[in-house]
């Protein structure tokens, strides 16, 4: 049972315009979500996170937006760069001391030049 | 040091052996999680230890999986009798709490990727 669930194995996006990458949760009991960006060969690094008290959280060119009701949240990235083409996870945890962060599967980045 | 530091970077190793994937976390985070990745999927969850204790060991997939983290920094993945099923990246991560939000945040390691023959 998919936790995190992103159904959009891959996305591509021409150099200059908006990528909006989504993400959709199944438990209402999440506090937090992330999302994470991998190059190969490297480990996941952090973007950017957004608590479920809020519903938009910006930093520099990425935003993501929550929507509680929907459960469902956005990664938007504008303007769009070629260093941007990577591999996207969206993770989730709650805010019990010991919980674990869930990840999604990822949706891989193409930034056509 | 610096970052998460995990070795060794690529193990090959045969069916039924026994294999150890070593963590060296970022200095002074007392969390440590391993996670497995295989193609196409994103990170699973494994064990995680806040010390020198495994908070949360449920992602572990079977007994042949183990870890330790004797003195509440280093961390040893354990897998005995291996199996072709094994074979991915294994991730080691440490983390912090995010100021901004306030979530737990994980930095990775580059991973361990085990291939069994």
């Known amino acids: 049972d998919q936790q995190v669930k992103q159904n959009s194995p891959s996305l591509s996006v021409q150099e200059g315009r908006i990528s909006i990458l989504n993400c959709d949760y199944t438990n209402s009991m999440f506090d937090y979500f992330l999302w994470y960006k991998k190059y190969p060969a490297e480990g996941p690094t952090f973007l950017i996170s957004i608590s479920s008290i809020k519903d938009k959280n910006e930093d520099g060119r990425f935003t993501v937006f929550l929507n509680k009701s929907a459960k469902h949240l956005s990664l938007h990235i504008v303007p769009s760069q070629p260093g941007d083409s990577a591999v996207y996870f969206c993770a989730a945890s709650s805010d019990l001391r010991d919980d674990k962060i869930i990840f999604g599967k990822g949706t891989r980045l193409h930034i056509l030049p | 040091g610096a970052g998460v530091s995990q070795t060794p970077s690529n193990k090959v190793t045969e069916k039924g052996k026994y294999v150890e994937l070593r963590c060296d976390p970022i200095s002074g985070h007392t969390a440590l999680y391993w996670y497995r990745q295989s193609l196409g999927q994103g990170p699973e969850f494994l064990i995680y230890?806040?010390?020198?204790?495994?908070?949360?060991d449920s992602g572990l997939p079977n007994d042949r999986f183990f870890a330790v983290r004797p003195e509440g920094s280093v961390s040893t993945l354990k897998i005995q009798r291996t199996e072709r099923g094994d074979s991915a990246v294994y991730l080691c991560a440490s983390s912090r709490t995010e100021a901004l939000s306030g979530a737990n945040v994980l930095t990775f390691g580059a991973g361990s990727r085990l291939t069994v023959l």
């Open positions: 230890f806040q010390g020198t204790g495994a908070a949360d």
